[in-house]
């Protein structure tokens, strides 16, 4: 890793006044740079992280019951799954790397790098982040990734024939919309975290949280921690009452009135 650009990077965080309205957001951004700047952020996801900054703005900049619902139904399947899988990029590796390893934990998945614009260089990087963070495996690193989707030709693709491959259930983040789709295809539960609820990730997925990463998992951690205590029947249940389709259609109206709202109070 480059220290020069670590602290180049991190010093920017000294500029930023304490009471600025927007602290969080500009560390956030700082976190990305960082990340590009030591090479396990494609440029590509900083143009991904200003698209989603801009959807977190029209909900309200805060997790909402639409959200916590997924997050729950999200949080059952995984709970309920042979071999769930959590996929990790550059952003997610970047913005909530402890959060990644800890919900891991709670609900027995395993972690798996997959990647748009791969690099060896980038899989290595983002796989010693993530066990930094206390991830005993990272899946889908170097000749690990030898599995292929079906039907897809970019390079995520390449997946690890222990993790992605073989698992019931996949939390994915910050995706694009055709993996989704193909593991979707393969009969496989797609949970995604997604501030956009009209991606192409969002339709296709099975589960779709429309929330910042940065709040998500945290809230993922916290209700894992109560549901993992629940009979099998009441995880169950809690799958069967939800509804993907109603869930983005309830974000759009709170889009929708949220705006309204906003231009009736200029």
């Known amino acids: 890793m480059d220290k020069t650009h670590t602290s180049n990077t991190w010093s920017l965080h000294s500029l930023i006044p304490e009471n600025h309205p927007r602290k969080e957001s500009l560390i956030i951004r700082e976190k990305i740079v960082d990340g590009l ?44 799954a042979k071999n769930p899988v959590i996929s990790v990029n550059g952003n997610m590796a970047a913005l909530v790397p ?19 614009y791969r ?11 993530l066990k930094k963070a206390g991830a005993k495996e990272v899946l889908g690193v170097d000749e690990d990734a030898s599995a292929t989707i079906p039907e ?10 222990r993790g992605i491959y073989i698992a019931d259930v996949v939390l994915l983040g910050l995706e694009d919309g055709d993996r989704t789709e193909a593991l979707v295809k393969m009969g496989k539960k797609v949970i995604a975290i997604d501030l956009n ?7 296709k997925a099975s589960i779709t949280i429309v929330d910042n990463v940065i709040r998500a998992f945290p809230k993922m951690i916290e209700i894992a921690k109560e549901l993992r205590n629940k009979s099998k029947e ?3 249940q809690i799958v069967k009452n939800y509804n993907n389709k109603e869930i983005l259609a309830e974000s759009l109206r709170f889009i929708s009135n949220y705006l309204l ?4 109070d200029l």
């Open 152 to 161: 897809l030709f970019s390079e995520r693709r390449r997946v690890s024939p």
């Open 197 to 203: 609820p009209m991606s192409r990730t969002s339709q």
């Open 234 to 236: 009441e995880l169950e």
């Open 119 to 129: 690099t060896v260089e980038r899989e290595r990087k983002i796989a010693e982040i």
């Open 37 to 80: 700047l030591n090479g396990y952020v494609a440029p590509q996801g900083l143009i991904a992280h200003g698209r989603g900054e801009c959807f977190d703005y029209l909900i309200g900049e805060k997790t909402q019951e639409f959200a916590i619902k997924a997050i729950k139904a999200g949080v059952a399947s995984l709970l309920l």
């Open 98 to 116: 402890n959060e990644i390893v800890k919900l891991a934990e709670l609900i027995n998945a395993k972690i798996e790098v997959n990647l748009f």
């Open 261 to 264: 709202q906003l231009s009736r």
